[in-house]
C-alpha cells in the first residue's frame, strides 16, 4: 500500500514551524510497517491544496493530510476536500453539538466561528477527536483515501494512534492490533546494540516484531513495534522477545517506555528514603536541573553546589557531610586546553557517597564542550542510577576513550 | 518568481530525522523576500527522484534541491538530474582535485567513492562548498532553474547564503545585496514587539525593510530583512532603521545577531573585573548552566548553589558573603501547588548583591511548570544584565500576571 503525506499551512510552508508533525505521523507509520512513500507542503491556498489533493489521489492509496481543519477563514481543507470530491459541505450536527456541549461544560459558549468545524464534505467518514474542535474525516479522491488530521500536535497524534493507523491498517489489508514497547539505553551506539540484539527469533529490522533505533546522544532509544490478531496474542508474541531484548541491553537500560533516567533515580532514591546532593563543575547544573524540578524531588533532592575548583579528592564524602544528606553525587570534569572543536575532551570523573562508603568512575570523553559535557551529565546521573540498584558503575561505554 | 524546496532522503522521509533543513532554507528565503510556493520530499528513490522533479519543473521558476549528493550508493541526486536532463555524467577534475587536495591538507588520502561527487551532469553550473565534499551545482529541468545543496546542515547553510540566494535574486530580477540585522529581546510578546515598532518609515512585513518576529520562548527574535543596491548602499538604508528599532525596544533588547544573553552578561561581568556567584531553588541550575560552561566564564562564575529550601530574605547578600564574590544573583521561587498544569504558576524572586547593596524583583509567571522555570531563569540572567548595564531591573513584562 502507498501511503503519502500531507501538510499544509502557511506557517510550515514558510518554515516559520518546524515540521514536527511530519516526522512524528512518518516514524508511527514505519513502526507499525506503513512506509511513506511521498511528502508533500503547501500553504493555505485553494489553488494549491487543489492540485496536491489530486496529485496524491493519482499516486496513493492512502494519503494522510495534516492541517487546515481550524476555525478561520485560512483553515481551507473542508472545503478544498468538498471541491476535489465534487460535493458540497454538510452540518454535522453530532459534531455541531459536541462542540457546543464542549464549551458549555467550561461554562462558556461556542464562537460563532466554531461552527466551520462542523462542515465536512458530503457523505465524509467522521472521525472523533476526543481533545479538540477540530474533527477529523476521511474522503476519497482519485483512487487514494484522504485521511484528515488536525495541526495542534497532541490532537493529531492521539488521533493518528488511535482511529488514523488502524483505517490504514484495515484499508492495507493489514489485520489486528500493534503496540510499541520502548527501551532507553546510555553507553551503547545504534551499532553496538543492533549486534547485541543480533540473532532474536522473529526480531528484526523487517522481522515480525520490527526492531529499529533512533539515537538522540546520549540516550539510545530502541523500538520494538509489534502486530498481532489480538491483544491477547500480541502480548504473548511480545513478552518473551521484550524479555529477551531487556536481559540483552542489560545493564545499559537506563528507562522504559515514557520513564526517564532522572525519573528512575528519583524514584529508587525515594522508595529507598534517601536524600542527595549534588557537586558539579563544568557540567554547571545540568544534573541538578534535571532532577530537581521533577515532581516529587523537593523531599529528596536537598542541595546543588555548582564550583569550576571543586577537587577530586574526596568530593563526594566532604558534601555528604555538608549537606546532611544520605548520598551525594559529584561530578568533576577536567577539560583540554583551548577553544572548542571535534576533538575537544574532557576526563570525567563521578564520584557517589553514602553511609558505605564511596564508589569512583573516570571516563575520558571526546567531541566538543557541548557533546562532553551533555555526556558527562548523563554518566552522572547513570552512575548514580547503578550504583542505588547494586550494578557495577565502572563498565565501560561506547562514548569514552582510553 | 515561484520557489520550491526539494528534500530527498530516506532519513527524512521515514520522519527517523526532523527536517530543519526545509524550515531553515525556506525561512532564509522569506527573509530575502523569496517565498516558497510548495516543498516536496522524497527517499533516495530513483523513480521517485525523477518523477519529483519533472513535477517541481513544470510548476516552478526555481527549485532547491536538498540532499542525494553524498558519496554512498544511496545519494543518487547528480544521477537523476542528469537523467532529467537527458544528459549523461562527467567528472569535473577541478573539483576531484580540490576534494583530493583537501584530504591531503589533513594527511589523509582520499577514498574512492568520493570520485562519485565530482561527476556531475554535462552542462551543469559548478556551486563551491568551501567546507565539504559535496559540492553543489545547478541545472535547468523543465522551465526551472534546479539548485542542488547538501544535506549536511552547515555546509547547505553556508551555501545557501553565499552562492544559492545571490543566484536566486539574479534569476527573479531582483539586484543588489542582503542582509539580516537581528535583535534578542526578552519580556515582550510578538504583537507588542509590532506595536513598539509600528510606523518606522520603510520598516513593514511587506516594506523596503522587511520585518518579521520569530517567537521561541523566553526571547522573541525581532528581523531586519534589508536589501539594497551595493553593501554601502545598504548600510546607510539600514543604519538609522536599525537605530530606530534598537532605541524603540529599549531595555527589552537582551543581545543582538549572534549574541547570547548569557554571552553579554558574562562579558559585561568580565569587563567590570566582576565574579559571580549563583544561587537557585526551582531553576534548579538552569542559571548556572547557562553561564558557566561559557568559554572565559571559569575566572567569573565562582559558585552555583540549588538549595529548593533557600529563603528569600537576604539571600543574595549572604550568597555573596559566603562566596566572596563581587556579585551574586540568587533566584527563588514558590511554586503553586498541586500537579503540572496549563496554569500552573509561581512567584518569583530575583535578587542581586553587590559593594553597593541589594536589588531585588518580585514576578508572577504563569503556564505549567517548565514554562515557569524556563521564564524564570530567562527573568533572573535579564536582571543581572539589567542591573549591570545601569537599567531597571522592575520594568513590567508581558509574561508576569499582577
Redesign the interface.
Known amino acids: 500500500m502507498r501511503v503519502e503525506i500531507l501538510?499544509t499551512g502557511d506557517e510550515i510552508?514558510?518554515?516559520?514551524?518546524?515540521?514536527?508533525n511530519?516526522?512524528?505521523?512518518?516514524?508511527?507509520?514505519?513502526e507499525v510497517g506503513l512506509?511513506?512513500?511521498?511528502?508533500?507542503?503547501?500553504?493555505d491556498d485553494r489553488a494549491?491544496l487543489l492540485a496536491?489533493f489530486r496529485?496524491a489521489g493519482d499516486r496513493a492509496d492512502a494519503v494522510i493530510v495534516n492541517g487546515g481543519l481550524g476555525p478561520t477563514v485560512d483553515d481551507l481543507s473542508q472545503e478544498v476536500a468538498a471541491e476535489a470530491c465534487g460535493v458540497t459541505l454538510v452540518l454535522s450536527d453530532y459534531w455541531l453539538q459536541r462542540m457546543t456541549e464542549s464549551y458549555a461544560r467550561r461554562g462558556r459558549v461556542m464562537p460563532a466561528n466554531n461552527r466551520k468545524q462542523a462542515m465536512l464534505p458530503e457523505g465524509a467518514e467522521f472521525i472523533d477527536n476526543p481533545i479538540g474542535t477540530a474533527c477529523g474525516f476521511a474522503v476519497t479522491i482519485g483512487k487514494a483515501r484522504f485521511l484528515f488530521t488536525p495541526g495542534v500536535p497532541r490532537e493529531m497524534r492521539r488521533m493518528l494512534d488511535e482511529q488514523v493507523i488502524p483505517r490504514l491498517l484495515k484499508l492495507g489489508g493489514i489485520p489486528g492490533v500493534t503496540r510499541l514497547k520502548r527501551f532507553h539505553s546510555f553507553g551503547i551506539g545504534e551499532s553496538r546494540a543492533d549486534e547485541m540484539l543480533a540473532g532474536i527469533p522473529g526480531l528484526a529490522i523487517d522481522g515480525e516484531i520490527k526492531l529499529g533505533f533512533?539515537a538522540h546522544f546520549p540516550e539510545l532509544e530502541t523500538k520494538l513495534a509489534a502486530r498481532g490478531a489480538t491483544e491477547a496474542e500480541l502480548a504473548a508474541k511480545l513478552a518473551p522477545i521484550e524479555a529477551e531484548v531487556r536481559r540483552r541491553l542489560g545493564n545499559f537500560v537506563v528507562a522504559e517506555d515514557d520513564a526517564t533516567l532522572e525519573r528512575v533515580v528519583l524514584e529508587t532514591l525515594k522508595a529507598g528514603g534517601h536524600t542527595l546532593a549534588?557537586g558539579?563543575t563544568?557540567?554547571?547544573?545540568?544534573?541538578?536541573?534535571r532532577?530537581?524540578?521533577l515532581?516529587g524531588?523537593?523531599h529528596v533532592?536537598?542541595?546543588?553546589?555548582?564550583?569550576?575548583?571543586m577537587t577530586a579528592e574526596g568530593a563526594a564524602d566532604r558534601l555528604r557531610a555538608e549537606s546532611g544528606t544520605s548520598h551525594a553525587l559529584a561530578v568533576r570534569m577536567q577539560l583540554d586546553e583551548g577553544?572548542?572543536r571535534p576533538d575537544f575532551g574532557a576526563t570525567v570523573t563521578v564520584q557517589i557517597a553514602d553511609a558505605s562508603g564511596m564508589v569512583q568512575r573516570v571516563a575520558r570523553l571526546v567531541g566538543g564542550?557541548?557533546w562532553v559535557?551533555t555526556g558527562a551529565t548523563e554518566l552522572g546521573l547513570d552512575c548514580l542510577r547503578r550504583h542505588l540498584s547494586g550494578l557495577p558503575v565502572d563498565e565501560r561505554i561506547d562514548f569514552e576513550r582510553r
Open positions: 501538510c510552508l514558510s518554515g516559520k514551524t518546524v515540521n514536527t511530519y516526522s512524528h505521523i512518518a516514524r508511527r507509520l514505519g512506509d511513506v512513500a511521498w511528502g508533500t507542503t503547501v500553504g494549491s496536491a496529485q533512533q549534588v558539579e563544568f557540567t554547571s547544573g545540568a544534573i541538578a536541573s532532577l530537581a524540578p515532581l524531588a523537593e533532592f536537598r542541595r546543588g553546589v555548582i564550583s569550576p575548583e577553544g572548542d564542550r557541548e559535557r
